[in-house]
């Protein structure tokens, strides 16, 4: 893991003593940066130079709310010869940069996420013992995960300790394939008050998830174990009660609709379905997946808004699914739905079934207030209101929603 923490030298945000968080938008042109906008009038506050693999890659990109900045980029996307980044852990406080080696091996593995509100960050360090026969295949493996917190001066201490997981047989010569893990999740802003540890099987096709814990800062970071396994977690409350996930479709060996995209919501414990692809688009008999790309809570958790996109790209030959059979009305569906999307969706949290407003040709970018949220719309961040009345036009561009933070 290659990470890359920037921060600039100001002791707090604008978004600090306003209603509405301030918005951070990523950019490429005239050079690599992130930008922070006043949410009320769009005006610029300040602007910070970022690695042009920032750019391209916003979905590896983070910011907290003290406008902390973090980027990880996993080993397997290259980085141009001579990147300075290369191979090294970035430091930054009170605009003094520290540098250090914090590279992956093949013993240990680094997640990084920021701390949420404070200057720091954390990461999830899994620890691999392995043993292997004489042809190099992998037989055993034992493991041990840690979430450890950052200090000032770059050293890491523990946090917590996951459960232990047992001795495993790797039964395939490779133990990704068959022997449990754990990976961590926090908001996209960082960890606060709670994380999420999953324990899945990579597997050969998809992975098997297992369990998830909900770990809470409050009372020294005891677990609980969820109703739900969370797979893909997308949001979650601040007190992480209320969390989205998305169940992806299961399709593979180049088929992208063998099964029903969906996104969930476990609340106190009882999951509901906010989206299922099938029930909505009845698209069975086409290879043509429409999914949430994205799905945001409200600052009240009453309303939830997301993205409906597909995988299917402009000018594609649209083909039966692996069991499909032809079916014009069903084709003539599809057809309109791909030239609608993406499309942002605003739903009542207790009450989903029936959309409270649809916004074409979007992507939603976040909530303002929760009367009001942001999209990038042809290129640019508009305004709407809870109930899909187009609000403020701005004249700053975005190449996508994921290059839009607010904080």
Known sequence: MRVLLLAASFAAVLSAQTSQPSIWVLTA???PSITQFDALNFNVLRTVSVPKQAVDHPEFFSVNRNGQLL????????????DETTGKFWYSRNAAMVAFPRQDTDQRRRDWFLDAAADGLYALESRDTKTKDADGNETTITSTTQ???????????TVVTLPALPLCKCGTGACSETCPKWMAWAPEHGIGDFFLATKFIEGQLQPDYQETLLYRRAGGWRSTTLSEVMESPVDASA?????LTASFDSGCCGWVNESS????????????????????YDNRNYDVSFFTADAKLSPSGAQIAYT???????????????DGKDNTAELARVKTTIAAVPIVEI???????????????AELAGWLSESELLVVQDGRLVTYSASGKKGRQSSIEARSAAAVFLR
């Open 147 to 157: 979430l450890l917190k950052g200090t000032p001066d770059g050293n890491l201490a």
């Open 308 to 322: 409906i996109t597909t995988s299917q790209r402009p000018n594609d030959e649209i083909r039966l699914s692996a």
């Open 71 to 82: 980027f990880v980029l996993p080993s397997g996307i290259q980085l141009a010869d001579g």
């Open 29 to 31: 042109q005239p050079q």
């Open 239 to 243: 007190d992480g009660e209320i969390l």
């Open 347 to 361: 739903v009542n949290a207790a009450d989903p079934a029936r959309a409270i407003a649809t916004i074409p040709r």
């Open 261 to 280: 995209d969906q996104l969930l919501q476990l609340r106190n414990g009882k999951s509901t379905v906010i989206f299922d692809e099938f029930k909505r």
